[in-house]
């Protein structure tokens, strides 16, 4: 059975698109630019083609042309126009365009050809923070508002995961040590989004500082052995969820207590849970980031 989303409603393309329902409806009416269709019970839906479509008009006219003007370009021609402008200009957009479309339909080829196309203009690096940040943020915008499904950004997340592990090998290989730290790297127990720790993994490992990463879901007591053989720890986590806003201020409390008191070491933290602690009032040796740049800019080449 074929499940691929192919069914809209407008707020689902609002939320898709960015561009109001309100505005969508004024296009559809004035410029007959979306045509939609109804269900044998009579209710509006479009489908993916008109999904496709408004991406590509929103394209368009986020780079100078009017709607009154594309409302005259003959349909086919206008996924041409749109790749002749992104091969001109920055591709920025239309990649996340590109990318939200193959997440909808389960599309590996079209997520592998629109990451290759990126490559020719960006390093792996620039890819990441102009193109898979925003697209990640938006992709949980739409799960959240139920306009895809935990399946879709699973498919995304394990894409985006397998070129942050090919390019970090890649950089493990031309590794070369220049200090004595060691960074370990995990999430908090019942912390599963591991994305931004793995690329914060490739920048450490890339600017020269050994790695160990132990991923999700570690229990505190797990890290104390490694203090037994290592003389300066850096641990690095990411609150996406975990700890709940009730007990972040015991969890950093008793990572001092178990972890950084009367010893080297030190807790760098980043993640929206971190909006309910008031970073003044961090323990000695623990640092807060607001942002995966702003931590990695903390790193020296």
């Known amino acids: 059975m074929n499940n691929i989303k192919n069914q809209f409603s407008i707020k689902d393309l609002e939320n898709l698109t960015g561009i109001k329902a309100h505005t969508i409806r004024i ?5 007959n630019l979306l045509q939609p269709k109804r269900t044998d019970t009579n209710i509006r839906y479009y489908d993916l083609a008109s999904f496709q479509k408004l991406l590509n008009v ?6 100078g042309y009017k709607i009154s003007k594309i409302a005259t370009i003959e349909e086919s021609k206008i996924p041409t126009l749109v790749r002749e402008i992104a091969s001109e200009n920055n591709m920025e ?23 290759n196309a ?11 923070y102009d193109i898979f940040i925003p697209l990640l943020t938006e992709i949980g915008l739409l799960w959240q508002t139920d306009t895809i499904t935990p399946a879709h950004e699973h498919f995304l ?3 985006i995961r397998q070129k942050i592990l090919i390019n970090t090998e890649k950089a493990q290989s031309e590794q070369k040590n220049i200090s004595n730290k060691t960074f370990v790297l995990y999430l908090p127990e019942n912390e599963i989004h591991e994305l931004g720790l793995l ?11 050994k790695s160990i990463f132990l991923g999700l879901s570690v229990p505190l007591e797990s890290l104390v052995d490694l203090k037994n053989y290592y003389d300066e720890l850096i641990y690095v986590s990411y609150f996406t969820v975990k700890p709940e806003k009730d007990d972040i201020e015991k969890y950093i409390e008793d990572f001092n207590q178990l972890l950084i008191k009367d010893s080297n070491t030190k807790l760098w933290i980043l993640g929206q849970m971190l909006n309910a602690l008031d970073i003044e ?5 623990v640092s807060a980031f607001k942002s995966i740049k702003s931590l990695t800019s903390n790193l020296k080449q």
């Open 157 to 159: 997340s394990s894409l």
């Open 199 to 209: 690329f914060i993994n490739h920048q450490i490992i890339s600017k020269g500082y």
């Open 58 to 63: 929103s394209y368009l006219n986020n780079n």
């Open 281 to 285: 009032k961090l323990p000695k040796g």
């Open 93 to 115: 957009s239309h990649a996340i365009n590109a990318f939200k479309l193959s997440m909808l339909n389960f599309d590996q080829a079209l997520f592998y050809k629109t990451y």
């Open 27 to 31: 296009w559809e009416k004035r410029y």
């Open 118 to 128: 990126l490559l020719n203009e960006k390093d792996f690096e620039d890819i990441f």
